[in-house]
């Protein structure tokens, strides 16, 4: 739970919220106008360096079994490596998401409480959707 506080609050601060700052990042068409807006880079930046040193210090194999997850035996990594169909269309359709409503599903849920209509329908929207791709990916 601390977690998920901590990440929610870092995404308050950081702007991520916003679905107005979101969307003027998003616009790369107002590089040149002046229009674009950087911040939200730092954002990704500094998420990207802890991304970084969290996979650097996660054993890659099984090599190292004395280290492990505060709560799990052993880290549970990723073992495909393929780009296929499915993976391309939902980042296809994460990535309109994003960039009509201003919001992605960290930032929608904690704004949830303190958000307008708008971020109710999104996340009403945004779970449908889930509802549906499970059914149909069956």
Request: one cysteine or more; aromatic letters at 8%; glycine letters at 14%.
């Amino acid at each position: 739970m601390a977690a998920g506080l901590l990440f929610a609050a870092g995404l308050a601060v950081s702007g991520m919220t916003q679905p107005a700052k979101v969307i003027g990042f998003l616009n790369l068409g107002g590089i040149a106008s002046g229009q674009w807006d950087p911040s939200l880079a730092f954002v990704m930046g500094g998420a990207l360096l802890v991304t970084l040193i969290g996979f650097a210090v996660t054993p890659p194999s099984p090599a190292h079994p004395e280290r492990h997850p505060l709560f799990a035996q052993r880290f549970q990594l990723p073992t495909r490596q393929d780009i296929d169909t499915r993976l391309l269309l939902g980042a296809a359709l994460f990535g309109i998401g994003w960039g009509l409503a201003g919001y992605c599903p960290g930032p929608a849920l904690s704004t949830l409480l303190s958000g307008g209509l708008d971020t109710a329908a999104f996340v009403a929207a945004m779970l449908a959707g889930m509802a549906v791709a499970r059914r149909w990916l069956r």
